[in-house]
């Protein structure tokens, strides 16, 4: 088995899960308070029951970023590991369990082809017809490109401040690389569906005409999160069908269209408090990550919480008892996550005018 770029030995393919924790264990007890374990909400249940904190990934990133801890195992995929490592101090350690475990629509953003596509809206639009917003689920290179072009990082709680936040600066926003979180919130700030573009960054000009730029507002990556894009208008019919009184509750990832059916979309943390605040006797459907609704109905069996249709992430998946065992029994260079550091002062920036986009919107 292949982890963090080497061979998981033998000893540890073999382990029990049992006998994996209880190793995990031990060896959480002799850091002590030097080491944090931090896990996103679709991670494993066996890996959430370890953490000392899960949220979304920004969350996880800031709270690593105040503990007294020097050794941080982040239970995600890279590019949380990358934030991470951005937002801590420099004597601080970041590492990811499994260096395999990327986020496909991360990557649907090449820094390269960004650097063409706002080379490319220069120059047709003119300089500083634009800003940046990126989602944060995306590598650490474009969060320095949108530190330097005057942009911000956004997460799905605060994608709608950080585009309205934006839109006071410049005419226009390139919104990347999730086109439906784009979408969607900016149908909510009543955007209209004419001025909202796809970008496609395998076609010149992105398959756009210049006057289709000059009259857009949102110009929208062509990126999706495979996870919820896997959610349909008949996945959402037929729980209404079968279930008259459910409330279904989606992720802004998923496409326009589940969107407008569902009775509530949010972020990650708004789904929780979702079910959280619920009367007992509820019954909702969540259009998200199967490991976090599963989690959620065993965490809640007053009410009846289900998955609008069964989503896994794969690479959430790739993290386990057994590599996370094998990475904290040596934490060494195999699954360090370091972000080049000429890349941090302007990832740092962006991030930072996220946060206090959020604070001011308080």
């Given at each position: 088995m292949i982890v963090g770029g080497s061979t998981l030995p033998d000893e540890y393919v073999g382990l029990s899960d049992e006998l994996a924790e209880e190793r995990i264990r031990a060896k959480r007890a002799?850091?002590?308070?030097?080491?944090?374990?931090?896990?996103?909400?679709?991670?494993r249940k066996e890996i959430v029951r370890l953490s000392d904190f899960r949220g979304d990934s920004y969350a996880l990133s800031k709270r690593a970023s105040q503990q007294g801890s020097d050794l941080i195992v982040f239970c995600g995929v890279h590019f949380m590991a990358e934030s991470a490592d951005v937002l801590t101090r420099d004597d601080q350690r970041v590492y990811l369990p499994n260096m395999a475990a990327r986020c496909p629509m991360a990557d649907m953003a090449d820094p390269a082809d960004v650097e063409v596509a706002w080379a490319s809206l220069l120059d047709v639009l003119g300089p500083g017809p634009a800003l940046p917003v990126l989602y944060i689920n995306s590598v650490a290179e474009l969060k320095a490109f949108c530190g330097r072009e005057g942009g911000t990082v956004c997460?799905?709680?605060n994608a709608k401040a950080a585009i309205e936040w934006a839109l006071k600066r410049a005419k226009r926003v390139l919104f990347l690389p999730d086109q439906h979180l784009g979408r969607n919130t900016g149908k909510r700030l009543g955007v209209p569906r004419e001025r909202m573009v796809v970008w496609d960054p395998e076609l010149p000009l992105g398959g756009l005409e210049p006057a289709e730029l000059e009259k857009a507002v949102l110009i929208l990556w062509k990126g999706y999160c495979h996870v919820h894009t896997w959610f349909s208008v008949e996945h959402v019919r037929a729980v209404r069908a079968s279930f008259p009184k459910a409330k279904v509750v989606v992720h802004p990832e998923c496409t326009e269209e589940v969107v407008d059916l569902a009775d509530a979309s949010g972020s990650t943390e708004f789904i929780v408090n979702y079910v959280h605040s619920a009367p007992s006797g509820s019954v909702i459907a969540i259009g998200t990550e199967v490991n976090l609704v599963s989690r959620l109905a065993l965490e809640y069996p007053d009410k009846r919480v289900f998955e609008l249709s069964r989503s896994l992430c794969p690479n959430m998946f790739r993290i386990n008892l057994k590599?996370?065992?094998?990475?904290?029994?040596?934490?060494?260079?195999?699954?360090?996550?370091r972000v080049a550091p000429e890349l941090k002062p302007g990832a740092r920036l962006a991030l930072d005018r996220m946060l206090t986009i959020s604070e001011v919107r308080k």
């Open positions: 002799e850091y002590g308070s030097r080491l944090v374990l931090l896990a996103h909400h679709y991670q997460t799905s709680s590599n996370l065992l094998w990475t904290l029994e040596r934490l060494d260079e195999s699954t360090l996550v």
